[in-house]
């Protein structure tokens, strides 16, 4: 439901009831839409091992942008509307689609098609890199609660953790993380581990073993109890630890990088929509290093599965 604290916003004689948060959200021009540039305008220099961002021609429209010039007008029947283009845009409705836009921003909790959400979601993305970065954040985990999209989840849960990387907020890498407990760790994960200063459990190295090629998962899959236990101990003989040095050993400034979409927002320059990325899962010590420690997990479990063996004969 929306918050009860509201705000009034104008747009030309249509006005809505918004959450103060959303109305702070909201990019709206009095300039004329007309003619509309795909493109913002905009240069940006984002380092991610430093975070520091620069920015030149701050950007003025986005596709999320509520021209006060372009027409509004309230439909007989909503169900008729048809749905929004792909990679849609405010100025790119048409007016009666405008009002349902306006119309669902009182409650954007509301069930609505996917692409109206992307047309705020965009500038979302923007208030991440240059706006107010803590409402932004709240707002998005807010519509992920709401909108079930794959396509919405899967750009919204790179950009959130990309952006707090770049905005150096391991607060929020740290919200992100116990928000979404994973049994599958990716790269993003391990770059926001990495971030955050922590090391990596045997069950932390079984999760991010699926993502790693050339790994014998045979006893993973058939005893994976036995196997972490082996695993664990494989670590304390190595380490004098239960635990992977993880952050300490390997920074990210030695590794390889791979291009990946990260940005819904299509007016982002290339540069920051599909950065470099660097990657733990692409040729890097550290998964030669887990590749090893699962060949000696693997040899371990052999032994304490025959011990086992032994021990319900002689019992």
């Keep these: 439901m929306i918050s ?14 918004v ?8 990019y709206i021009s009095d300039k004329s839409s007309s003619p509309f540039s795909s493109g ?15 920015v030149s021609n701050v950007p003025t429209v986005d596709p999320s942008t509520i021209y006060l010039d ?7 029947d909503p169900e008729d509307i048809p749905r929004p283009n792909y990679y849609p845009s405010y100025s790119g409705l048409n007016p009666l689609q405008r009002w349902l836009y306006l119309n669902w921003l009182r409650d954007i909790s509301k069930p609505i098609n996917i ?36 396509s919405f989840l899967s750009y919204s849960n790179s950009a959130l953790p990309y952006a707090c990387l770049l905005r150096k907020r391991k607060d929020k890498l740290e919200q992100l993380y116990q928000l979404r407990p994973k049994t599958t760790i990716e790269n993003f994960d391990l770059l926001l581990i990495h971030s955050l200063g922590y ?12 993502n790693i090629s050339g790994i014998n998962k045979r006893f993973i899959i058939s005893d994976p109890e036995t196997f972490e236990k082996a695993l664990t101990d494989c670590l304390k003989a190595r380490y004098n630890f239960p635990f992977f040095p993880f952050a300490s050993r390997f920074p990210i400034d030695v590794l390889l990088r791979r291009q990946e979409i990260i940005f819904a927002n299509i007016s982002f320059p290339p540069e920051i929509r599909t950065p470099d990325i ?7 010590p550290f998964t030669r290093e887990v590749r090893e420690l699962i060949s000696e997990a693997h040899e371990k479990t052999k032994l304490l599965r025959k011990e086992k063996r032994k021990t319900k004969i002689n019992s």
């Design 40 to 54: 913002i305008g905009i240069s940006l220099n984002i380092s991610l091992i430093d975070g520091k961002v620069n």
């Design 199 to 210: 090391d990596l459990s045997a069950r932390n190295i079984l999760d991010v073993s699926k």
């Design 19 to 26: 959450s103060k948060r959303t109305a702070k959200l909201l």
């Design 70 to 76: 372009l027409p509004i007008q309230k439909p007989s």
């Design 4 to 17: 009860t604290s509201t705000e009034i916003v104008p747009i030309n004689e249509f006005e809505i009831e």
């Design 115 to 150: 692409g109206y959400v992307f047309i705020y979601y965009y500038g979302l993305e923007r208030q991440l890199l240059l706006g107010d970065f803590d409402l932004a954040f709240d707002e998005i985990l807010f519509l992920q609660n709401y909108h079930n999209n794959h």
């Design 278 to 284: 660097p990657n733990y899962l692409i040729g890097s």
